[in-house]
Each structure stands twice: as C-alpha cells, then as structure tokens.
Nanobody
C-alpha cells in the first residue's frame, strides 16, 4: 500500500524552529518528493521539493533562506527543517510524491494526511 506519513508538527513562537518528517513506502525512493501547505481559507501552495537523488532542491520565495529540505539515508524519508518561523507560516503541511517536475513543482497523486504547524506572535 502506497502511503505517506508526516510527523513533527506543533506550536512554536515566532523565530522558533520545527522539523517535519515524511516517511513513504520504498516506491518513492527514486522520485522527487516535497511539501505543500494550506492555511485556513487559502489554497494549497508549494513549499519545497527535493529530487530523487537528494542533490537538487527547490523552495518557494516565501520560505527561501529559512527552510531546508533533505532526504534521509533510507531515501524514503524527507525532512523539512523550518527555521525563523513566522505567523504567516501557520498552516497544515502536506507531504507529496512523486512531484512530477522540479521545475513546474506540479504535485503528484499521493498525499499525506498533513501536519499542523502553528506559529504564535
């Protein structure tokens, strides 16, 4: 069964850090994986992606310089390290795979259930 499971959400104050993890089945080992987020009342938006090899990453302008994305040694795990968090980062974060293109950042058909991140001012 193909699935993605997120962990690591929570509440943090402005300027704090959190790390999200996403573990998928081994089917995703060689595919682009990434994160999207959806704030209350807004559309889901791209946050970050990492290539199958882990050597290429992409970020939205709103998180560039504050977030990093990486793959674990097992390659079916992806981490999103979020630093210097701001209230506008408050959202439910969804793991996604396989991301069709690192250029277009088009999401693939598989989604995790989401991890809530709340940043208080």
């Amino acid at each position: 069964q193909i699935q993605l499971v997120e962990s690591g959400g929570g509440m943090v104050q402005t300027g704090g850090s959190l790390r999200l993890s996403c573990t998928g089945t081994s089917a995703f080992n060689d595919y682009n994986m990434g994160w999207f987020r959806q704030a209350s009342g807004k559309e889901r938006e791209f946050v970050a992606a990492v290539s199958g090899s882990g050597g290429l990453t992409r970020f939205s302008d709103s998180v560039k310089g504050r977030f990093t994305i990486s793959r674990g040694a097992a390659r079916n795990t992806v981490y999103l390290q979020m630093n210097n968090l701001k209230p506008e980062d408050t959202a439910t974060y969804y793991c996604n795979a396989p991301i069709e293109s690192m250029h277009s950042r088009t999401p693939g058909p598989f989604w995790g259930k989401g991890a809530l991140v709340t940043v208080s001012s």
